[in-house]
T-cell receptor, first 116, second 122 residues
Framework: GAVVSQHPSRVICKSGTSVKIECRSLDFQATTMFWYRQFPKKSLMLMATSNEGSKATYEQGVEKDKFLINHASLTLSTLTVTSAHPEDSSFYIC????????????FGQGTRLTVV | AQTVTQSQPEMSVQEAETVTLSCTYDTSENNYYLFWYKQPPSRQMILVIRQEAYKQQNATENRFSVNFQKAAKSFSLKISDSQLGDTAMYFCAFMKHAGANAGGTSYGKLTFGQGTILTVHP
């Protein structure tokens, strides 16, 4: 099946700094990618839809200025957590469909962010 | 908006036994897809099984099968002959049918239930 690679798998950053997480589709082009956030032993909550060549669509309650999403190419979407605080510590997961109209979502391995 | 509810936070089963995980959902859509995903300790999301709402026949994948009751908006997962490797968190998920909006920016969004932690005991 299609492969989505997410990097880094773990990152620790200091409070007030920014951290970038990359999501790459390795063997297919993804016009749309999705970013989810997951707290320990909890569900995945959709944060935003990343659209290649246009602005991301954020879910209600998600701060656009804190979670910057860039989808500059058909194989790469990035999520930047700006001015990180300890409450931003979480597990972040991206997903993508291999083509419009398909239903199977391919997930990255996830990134565990710890803000100290 | 869609909601997905998993009312069993944790379940356990003996190896080789059968277990059923429950899921209910609420939607005003007529065409949609339902999924069960598995998240093992590695945290990688793995698709277990998929059901298309317009198909009456319940989906099966080897030891995994679903009981899809569209009128009741119920979508349970049955795992037969449970194996130690089945230990994971299981999520029920909902996706709208593409319809005319297959290339639209909202297509492909998944709404997940709260999850059920399944432990298979030897």
């Amino acid at each position: 099946g299609a492969v989505v690679s997410q990097h880094p798998s773990r990152v620790i950053c200091k409070s007030g700094t920014s951290v970038k997480i990359e999501c790459r589709s390795l063997d297919f082009q993804a016009t749309t990618m999705f970013w989810y956030r997951q707290f320990p032993k909890k569900s995945l909550m959709l944060m935003a839809t990343s659209n290649e060549g246009s602005k991301a669509t954020y879910e209600q309650g998600v701060e656009k200025d804190k979670f910057l999403i860039n989808h500059a190419s058909l194989t790469l979407s990035t999520l930047t957590v700006t001015s990180a605080h300890p409450e931003d510590s979480s597990f972040y997961i991206c997903s993508a469909q291999s083509s419009p109209g398909t239903t199977e979502a391919f997930f990255g391995q996830g990134t565990r962010l710890t803000v100290v | 908006a869609q909601t997905v509810t998993q009312s069993q936070p944790e379940m356990s089963v003996q190896e080789a036994e059968t277990v059923t995980l429950s899921c209910t959902y609420d939607t005003s859509e007529n065409n949609y897809y339902l999924f069960w995903y598995k998240q093992p300790p590695s945290r990688q999301m793995i698709l277990v099984i998929r059901q298309e709402a317009y198909k009456q026949q319940n989906a099966t994948e080897n030891r995994f099968s679903v009981n899809f009751q569209k009128a009741a908006k119920s979508f349970s997962l049955k795992i037969s002959d449970s194996q130690l490797g089945d230990t994971a968190m299981y999520f029920c998920a909902f996706m709208k049918h593409a319809g005319a909006n297959a290339g639209g920016t909202s297509y492909g969004k998944l709404t997940f239930g709260q999850g059920t932690i399944l432990t298979v005991h030897p």
